[in-house]
């Protein structure tokens, strides 16, 4: 897949449509005021803002913001993310009403070199989940150039990360965009060995597409979380009252058949009898007691699972070992993590990816100390199954 990155555009004096993630929480204040909790996203936009505004152009730029369903809820406002953004860029941010239409093509015409509008959030409009023409037409009518600098959202086939751009005869990836390419571009073509892939989460269901693919690259596969129950009842291993896809169980075979001895599954558990932070807690070796459920995994796993990851040269890290929002069930997770941190240290490429091991990778403070940690999991996990990502076959020439 061919396209440019924004260093290759001519952008003096031309209006950039940006499409950022600024999909960010939001907090109430004591004094009422709605502000940005987390501003990760909207750091790691500023590389490709400053460089369109350094280089004499003006910045427009798009997002999301919640799930407000195609109307203005004023919950889901981006005038507090605008009010943010000007303090980190220290520049006044006009902040449109409205997403689409004349009054915001007015607005963009008169900006100068330097200048940045932040739009409306576009899920206001009904059109542009949908890829509607008219909202795609009406972004498009805003720029003279665009750029995709929201990785998160690249595997969406929306108005302003697929319609809008195609209608733009310049386009290009942002830098935050062209990292996370180029980072999963290494793991899937051409991942130093051991290659070492940790998948976690609840459902076997969710991740068969990944599974499935890593398989063919992966010297060994971690399972960890309520998905290694299914697999564990499926080689008629006991699991109590843990969570598990009875449907699966034949795929699970199947992909254990075929795997052979790269599949890794835990061989003890911390369980409880309730899912629970107050729960009874216990320890239990591979066989799960009646009446109790795995919520993660044991002492024995976190350090066979370490050896392995030790060893490797690439490590790819996608979703939780345990329930590790509740403490009783959070070491198997926050220990891999600080594991990921040593392979690092020792030259290991190690790559994060995936709602909840963000999460968690955050929460540990380690999430400076690994090679990388993507800011887009769902659209991680369809660049790893092999699918094509909509956002990024827009900006092909």
């Not at 555009?9 to 960010?24: E, T």
């Not at 004023?74 to 409205?98: D, F, N, Q, R, W």
Request: aromatic share 4%.
């Amino acid at each position: 897949m061919k396209y440019k990155a924004v260093t290759e555009l001519d952008l003096a004096g031309k209006r950039v449509l940006i499409r950022v993630d600024f999909n960010v929480p939001l907090k109430t204040n004591p004094d009422g005021v709605v502000a940005v909790a987390d501003d990760t996203r909207i750091k790691a936009s500023l590389p490709t803002i400053n460089y369109v505004l350094a280089s004499g152009g003006s910045a427009i730029l798009v997002s999301h913001l919640g799930r407000p369903g195609g109307q203005a809820v004023a919950k889901y406002s981006m005038a507090p993310v605008g009010k943010h953004l000007a303090v980190l860029t220290g520049l006044p941010v006009i902040i449109s009403p409205e997403v689409v239409g004349a009054q915001v093509e007015a607005i963009s015409r008169s900006l100068a070199p330097g200048e940045i509008m932040l739009l409306e959030n576009v899920r206001f409009e009904a059109g542009e989940t949908t890829n509607s023409a008219e909202v795609s037409e009406g972004l498009a009518r805003l720029a003279d150039v665009y750029v995709n600098d929201a990785f998160g959202t690249a595997h969406r086939a929306h108005a302003s990360t697929s319609g809008a751009a195609l209608l733009i005869p310049e386009r290009a990836a942002g830098f935050l965009m062209q990292k996370e390419l180029d980072t999963l571009k290494k793991v899937t073509e051409a991942p130093d060995h051991p290659f070492v892939a940790i998948v976690g989460g609840a459902k076997v269901s969710d991740k068969i597409g990944i599974i499935e693919s890593l398989l063919e690259h992966v010297d060994n596969l971690l399972i960890g979380g309520a998905m290694a129950y299914t697999f564990l009842k499926a080689k008629g291993i006991e699991t109590g009252n843990s969570l598990t896809e009875d449907d699966k169980l034949d795929l699970a075979r199947d992909l254990l058949s075929r795997a052979g001895s790269r599949i890794h599954l835990p061989t003890d558990h911390i369980c409880a009898d309730a899912f629970s932070e107050t729960a009874t807690v216990a320890s239990s070796d591979i066989q799960i007691p009646s009446g109790m459920m795995g919520l993660d995994i044991g002492p024995k796993t976190i350090a066979s699972y370490s050896s392995i990851i030790l060893k490797a040269k690439t490590v790819i890290w996608n979703g939780p070992m345990g329930v590790f929002e509740m403490k009783p069930f959070s070491n198997g997770t926050f220990a891999i993590a600080k594991t990921l941190v040593d392979a690092t240290k020792k030259g290991a490429f190690t790559v994060v990816g995936g709602g909840d091991s963000v999460a968690a990778i955050v929460t540990s403070g380690l999430s400076e100390k690994v090679s990388h940690v993507s800011t887009g999991g769902g659209a991680m996990l369809e660049l790893l199954e092999g699918k094509v990502l909509p956002g990024v076959v827009a900006l092909g020439s």
